[in-house]
């Protein structure tokens, strides 16, 4: 079994589309793509009609749930924004799309933690200080009941592989659409680049294999059209390929 699992896109077309063009050249056998799909200030309706487009099994982000479920209270000025560009029938997209979802009996898909679309699972948030990555205790305590050899996650943007002790395997494939790093990672800040993040997960001699790889593409245009939307925070990401 080989496949591509692609998280956080954000709207980001032009590195969806750089990613894509990777995922052909290794004959996956489906595409597993982890949710916040269409929040970001760029390209929203381009890349929902991508997305119509592709053999995936796709899974509901957080942005995706403050977009599709109407509450008002989950909604800034932003996602306004967001909804104004998508105009209609995405969204009825987003609203079916399911929490968490299994594939082929081994992949345990989430976007946050199993439990929850808001937890950072493999990195947590210290405040002030960006992230620190999670023990190993903390990041068990968030499996499911259910026993799979592989669970993968978005949420953070960080991409991380973590080997558990009975060998079952977390991991991360960073984002595709606003890349970011765990600053007080020493591994992470080494794999520091506003390229495009996705993973290619692979069953070989009866191993799995995460293959945690970074796509070039325009991410320059990519942080103009951000400003062009007034979202100078974003613009600043995409050209550095880290959150501050
Ligand atoms: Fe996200």
Partial sequence: MRVAVISDVHANVLALEAVLAD????????????????????????????????????????????????DADLRDEEDLKVIDAIDGEPMGWLRQLPETAVY?????????????DETYWLDRKVKKQGFRRSTVEEIEAELPRADYPLYCCG??????????????????????????????DPESVARV???????????????????????????MAASAMAQSWGMSEWARDLAEGRTR
């Avoid at 960080?158 to 765990?182: E, K, Q, W």
């Fill in 23 to 70: 995922i052909a050249r290794h004959d996956v056998e489906k595409i597993l793509n982890l949710g916040d799909h269409l929040a970001g200030p760029l390209w929203p309706k381009k890349t929902a009609a991508v997305m119509a487009e592709l053999d995936m099994v796709a899974i509901r982000g957080n942005t995706d749930r403050y977009l599709a479920e109407g």
């Fill in 104 to 116: 082929g009996d081994a992949i345990f898909m989430s976007h946050g933690s199993p439990r929850s």
């Fill in 155 to 184: 949420h953070t943007h960080i991409a991380r592989v973590v080997t558990l002790p009975d060998g079952r395997i977390v991991f991360n494939p960073g984002s595709v659409g606003r890349p970011s790093f765990n600053m007080n």
């Fill in 193 to 219: 680049s506003p390229a495009a993040a996705y993973a290619i997960v692979e069953l070989s001699a009866g191993k799995w294999h995460v293959n945690l790889r970074q796509i070039a593409y325009d991410n």
